[in-house]
């Protein structure tokens, strides 16, 4: 199996510009989980889904960020428009029965 | 913030030397896990201790968890170089895990 699989690795984009990331989780994993990562306020959960439902966006900042699981092998994390405070790294995880995480390498965004 | 708090933030000691780092949590909870993240890279699973559970090992790992203190500790014995990363603890409620700050852990060879 590939692992959790985030794409771009690396986004470079200027504030005011809309960025998508996007994430495959583990197949047959019923959870897929967007975390948000800083020096400032460490991992953050953004929100989860289960079964391509989505659960407690609680942890989304505001209504500048969006996720989307259209099936069960694809999900996006939308931010438009993209400001310099955004910058961190942004993680997916996945996991068959929530006691087991599986994460992915992470997407490193910059916004100038 | 339902993050909880590692302790220290950061630890250097010297290879072949066990480290030790704690961790407090806010909520109830499921099971406590701990994960190694290497500079610029992913977390990795490492263990999982259950609320009803008081220490688990795993190789060179022990485990304890004191839910009446809400806080766990992770022990790594003869540390090696490898070790090097940052740890960090996450209390799973129902199906959301929440980190902590993290250790950031240094082995000296």
């Known amino acids: 199996d590939a692992g959790v699989i985030q794409s771009p690795r690396h986004e470079v984009t200027e504030m005011g510009q809309e960025v998508t990331l996007r994430c495959k989780p583990i197949?047959?994993?019923?959870?897929l989980f967007w975390y948000r990562q800083t020096m400032m306020r460490g991992l953050e959960l953004l929100i989860y889904?289960?079964?391509?439902?989505?659960?407690?966006d609680s942890g989304m900042p505001e209504d500048r960020f969006s996720a989307k699981m259209p099936n069960a092998s694809f999900s996006t994390l939308k931010i438009q428009p993209s400001e310099p405070r955004d910058s961190a790294v942004y993680f997916c995880a996945s996991s068959p029965t929530t006691t087991s995480w599986y994460f992915g390498p992470g997407t490193r965004l910059t916004v100038l | 913030s339902q993050q909880g708090e590692e302790d220290p933030q950061a630890l250097s000691i010297q290879e072949g030397e066990n480290a030790t780092m704690n961790c407090s949590y806010k909520t109830s909870i499921n099971n406590l896990q701990w994960y190694r993240q290497n500079s610029g890279r992913g977390l990795v699973h490492l263990i999982l201790i259950r609320s009803n559970e008081r220490e688990k090992h795993s190789g060179r790992l022990r485990v304890t968890l004191d839910t009446s203190k809400k806080s766990s500790s992770l022990l790594i014995t003869a540390s090696r170089a490898a070790d090097t990363a940052s740890y960090f603890c996450?209390?799973?409620?129902?199906?959301?895990?929440?980190f902590g700050q993290g250790t950031r852990l240094t082995i000296n060879p």
């Open positions: 889904f289960n079964n391509n439902v989505p659960i407690d």
């Open positions: 996450a209390a799973q409620g129902a199906q959301k895990l929440v």
């Open positions: 197949s047959g994993h019923d959870y």
